[in-house]
């Protein structure tokens, strides 16, 4: 939040820090969909003096702009912008001349979803006059209505109080990739509890990655399970991501954590995920043992090791009718 009207560098009322706290706290909600390792590159637009909103990624590169620093956003281009991952900004609330007919975090918005990739995930701190204040008619009515805001967190009235100011705000996460897995509300409180860091999603991805390309064939069978189920494509990759979340006696857990897992690695919500083990549970194809256990049904643990060790050779499905069953159930076979 700042004051673009100002005609010298000093400090006003009007320039506000984000609150290194409340910084943390926006940091926290963002890590928890999204893995560090996953974000490469940050735009802030009004980077401030010190770029306070990207403080908790010091491995990010940042695409700064602030106008008092002579690089103005709204000069920003599509090409300066096109690696960006993630959009981190508090832009100013009060207008300036150029666009004193306008309403600032609008004007700001409109530019960034101009400028940046598709789909990329934007984090925004709003007065809450910018959802609340609009009319029928309004054409930033119309414009809310075509965003993807998937998250909201309320801040209270005196969140920058460190600063004298006084002010009705809130935060928005806007776009559905990695958001949609976050919850609809936030309060901006010491109670609220966010979720855990994705911090072992890396290996974990890279593990999956390296299973496609190599295993593509297995890929191909468990998709094909699933349709042969009438089952989504998504039931089948999440059936080769389960391989490796099992231990040695082929059983899982499903809590959490590993949903929001399982989530990013097959692009989807984790609520999507406790669908799809509902479907897999309902299709025999895993067994529920006990509260957020679960056993694996299409493989062995000699065939699984094989997996894991990339020791076979072929790859095939056997159909098995067991006693008083009226469908067979597949069964992976590895040589």
Same mark, same amino acid.
């Given at each position: 939040?700042?004051?673009?009207?100002?005609?010298?560098?000093?400090?006003?009322?009007?320039?506000?820090?984000?609150?290194?706290?409340?910084?943390?706290?926006?940091?926290?909600?963002?890590?928890?969909?999204?893995?560090?390792?996953?974000?490469?590159?940050?735009?802030?637009?009004?980077?401030?003096?010190?770029?306070?909103?990207? &403080?908790?990624?010091?491995?990010?590169?940042?695409?700064?702009?602030?106008?008092?620093?002579?690089?103005?956003?709204?000069?920003?281009?599509?090409?300066?912008?096109?690696?960006?991952?993630?959009?981190?900004?508090?832009?100013?609330? $009060? $207008?300036?001349?150029?666009?004193?007919?306008?309403?600032?975090?609008?004007?700001?918005?409109?530019?960034?979803?101009?400028?940046?990739?598709?789909?990329?995930?934007?984090?925004?701190?709003?007065?809450?006059?910018?959802?609340?204040?609009?009319?029928?008619?309004?054409?930033?009515?119309?414009?809310?209505?075509?965003?993807?805001?998937?998250?909201?967190?309320?801040?209270?009235?005196?969140?920058?109080?460190?600063?004298?100011?006084?002010?009705?705000?809130?935060?928005?996460?806007?776009?559905?990739?990695?958001?949609?897995?976050?919850?609809?509300?936030?309060?901006? &409180?010491?109670?609220?509890?966010?979720?855990? &860091?994705?911090?072992?999603?890396?290996?974990?991805?890279?593990?999956?990655?390296?299973?496609?390309?190599?295993?593509?064939?297995?890929?191909?069978?468990?998709?094909?399970?699933?349709?042969?189920?009438?089952?989504?494509?998504?039931?089948?990759?999440?059936?080769?991501?389960?391989?490796?979340?099992?231990?040695?006696?082929?059983?899982?857990?499903?809590?959490?954590?590993?949903?929001?897992?399982?989530?990013?690695?097959?692009?989807?919500?984790?609520?999507?995920?406790?669908?799809?083990?509902?479907?897999?549970?309902?299709?025999?194809?895993?067994?529920?043992?006990?509260?957020?256990?679960?056993?694996?049904?299409?493989?062995?643990?000699?065939?699984?090791?094989?997996?894991?060790?990339?020791?076979?050779?072929?790859?095939?499905?056997?159909?098995?009718?067991?006693?008083?069953?009226?469908?067979?159930?597949?069964?992976?076979?590895?040589?």
């Amino acid at each position: 939040m700042q004051n673009t009207a100002l005609k010298n560098n000093a400090p006003a009322k009007s320039d506000i820090a984000t609150p290194l706290e409340l910084v943390k706290f926006i940091s926290d909600i963002v890590c928890s969909v999204i893995p560090k390792d996953n974000i490469r590159t940050i735009l802030d637009p009004c980077a401030g003096l010190d770029n306070r909103l990207t &403080h908790y990624f010091p491995d990010a590169n940042v695409i700064s702009y602030e106008k008092k620093l002579g690089k103005d956003f709204f000069e920003a281009r599509k090409v300066d912008c096109s690696e960006v991952d993630l959009v981190l900004v508090n832009p100013p609330f $009060n $207008n300036d001349v150029k666009h004193k007919k306008t309403f600032l975090p609008e004007e700001f918005l409109r530019k960034i979803i101009d400028v940046v990739p598709t789909n990329t995930p934007i984090v925004m701190i709003v007065p809450a006059g910018f959802r609340q204040n609009v009319r029928k008619k309004s054409k930033r009515l119309l414009f809310l209505s075509t965003l993807e805001i998937s998250s909201i967190v309320s801040l209270p009235l005196d969140v920058f109080e460190d600063d004298g100011i006084l002010f009705h705000t809130e935060i928005v996460f806007i776009g559905s990739r990695y958001f949609s897995k976050l919850k609809p509300h936030y309060t901006y &409180h010491e109670n609220t509890v966010v979720n855990k &860091h994705l911090k072992n999603s890396k290996s974990f991805q890279s593990k999956l990655l390296k299973f496609i390309e190599i295993d593509s064939s297995l890929l191909s069978v468990t998709r094909n399970i699933a349709f042969s189920l009438s089952l989504q494509e998504r039931a089948g990759h999440l059936l080769a991501a389960l391989i490796y979340k099992l231990d040695s006696s082929n059983k899982f857990i499903i809590n959490a954590d590993s949903r929001s897992e399982l989530a990013v690695l097959i692009d989807t919500s984790p609520q999507v995920i406790t669908n799809q083990i509902k479907a897999l549970v309902e299709c025999h194809l895993i067994t529920k043992i006990a509260r957020g256990t679960y056993s694996y049904n299409l493989l062995s643990s000699e065939n699984i090791q094989k997996i894991l060790s990339q020791n076979f050779e072929s790859i095939s499905v056997e159909l098995k009718y067991f006693k008083n069953d009226l469908s067979p159930k597949p069964l992976i076979i590895l040589e």
